[in-house]
């Protein structure tokens, strides 16, 4: 079978790009070793900014039936109630939201459901893709968007370097009761000392569930992160007491999940007829919120901009595929990511005198304010 662009991954990039690339009018065949995507702690929360991005493609109103809603934003430093504000967010489930993108996807579109062993040139218009079946599917363009996963990426020639291994830790909860129980619609607490090792713990709801998310920078033999598993409710009252109270006690429903995090960029991906998205190109670090919208610029670009631009003409060489890997938004996207991944760690448990003297400052700074909110009028 012959398509304009076939897609490997079905994940959010993937799902996305076949989507728009068909409401554009191209042959698309979208390819997952899975008809469903299967529960994965990935993102669960996104603000205004990424809807704009579901929205530049037509997404928006698929997107907005798996996410939930919040407002009323309780942020708390130095264990103390900092600031309350209207913030509109966004709750979901990742496979949730994933798998609403697939059930729309039209019956026009090719779905193939199967593993993909072999990807070959043939000429330099066509790749072909080599299903364990032996399906064969000959496209003008291969967009990889397989997310972490190594074998695509390998089979392409693609190489992932880590530049920051273990560069953060999330853990991942919910809350006994339900999201309506609860004194707020979301709230960020931020560490208060540096020998704690966390960014910030946050909940919102998902749904009529309390979700909670806790960035730390730890290793994964950390003592700290087997202990946190096993009594998550007694760690929390240790940390942050000044807001058990409006958490439940911190009365943990089921399992916690546990999500390493490494900062990774490509090499040898500039291929003729090849492309990379979101973060099958590189990955960043979940803690400043930042990894929806880089996902969803790479397709936004990709789809509205560059395949069209490429499919108007004959011939998929490196001289069109460069322009992608050489857009302005791409590259200021890309590079905001992974600078302000840098910066929320060193921030927050940066060794250097540069870094001590900023949290110092910051310390001194939100005691000021929070001094003058709380005294007398």
């Not at 702690?41 to 990424?50: D, N, P, Y």
């Not at 330099?124 to 496209?139: E, K, P, S, Y």
Request: charged content about 25%.
């Amino acid at each position: 079978m012959s398509v304009d662009v076939a897609i490997v991954g079905a994940g959010l990039a993937g799902t996305a790009c076949a989507l728009r690339l068909h409401a554009l009018g191209y042959k698309v065949a979208l390819i997952d070793a899975h008809a469903e995507h299967g529960e994965e702690f990935r993102a669960e929360k996104m603000g205004l900014v990424h809807l704009a991005l579901f929205e530049k493609l037509g997404l928006d109103q698929i997107a907005k039936s798996a996410l939930t809603p919040m407002l009323d934003n309780h942020t708390y430093r130095l264990g103390r109630l900092y600031a309350r504000k209207d913030i509109p967010e966004y709750g979901f489930s990742y496979a949730t939201l994933v798998n609403a993108l697939r059930h729309a996807v039209p019956d026009e579109l090719l779905r193939i459901t199967g593993k993909v062993t072999e990807i070959q040139r043939l000429d330099d218009d066509v790749r072909q893709l080599i299903l364990a079946d032996g399906t064969r599917v000959d496209a003008r363009l291969v967009v990889i968007s397989t997310g972490l996963g190594e074998a695509i990426r390998r089979m392409a020639g693609v190489k992932r370097t880590v530049i920051s291994r273990g560069h953060s830790l999330a853990f991942g909860f919910d809350l006994v009761g339900s999201a309506r129980d609860y004194g707020f619609g979301t709230l960020n607490y931020y560490s208060k000392r540096f020998e704690d090792r966390y960014a910030y713990l946050t909940f919102f709801p998902i749904g009529d569930t309390m979700r909670a998310n806790f960035f730390t920078y730890r290793e994964m033999t950390d003592p700290f992160v087997k202990r946190f598993r096993a009594e998550p409710q007694a760690v929390l009252r240790e940390l942050m007491p000044e807001i058990a109270p409006v958490c439940g006690g911190f009365d943990v429903a089921g399992p916690v999940s546990v999500r390493p995090v490494d900062l990774s960029v490509s090499e040898d991906y500039e291929q003729p007829g090849l492309v990379l998205v979101g973060d099958a190109f590189c990955t960043t670090c979940p803690v400043p919120g930042v990894g929806i919208s880089r996902v969803m610029t790479d397709v936004e670009r990709l789809c509205n901009v560059h395949i069209p631009a490429w499919l108007a003409t004959p011939g998929m060489g490196l001289d069109k595929i460069s322009t992608y890997y050489r857009d302005p938004v791409k590259i200021k996207t890309d590079r905001v990511g992974m600078r302000v991944s840098w910066y929320a760690r060193r921030v927050s448990v940066g060794e250097g005198l540069v870094w001590k003297m900023r949290r110092t400052r910051n310390r001194l700074v939100r005691r000021s304010l929070l001094a003058l909110r709380h005294a007398p009028a």
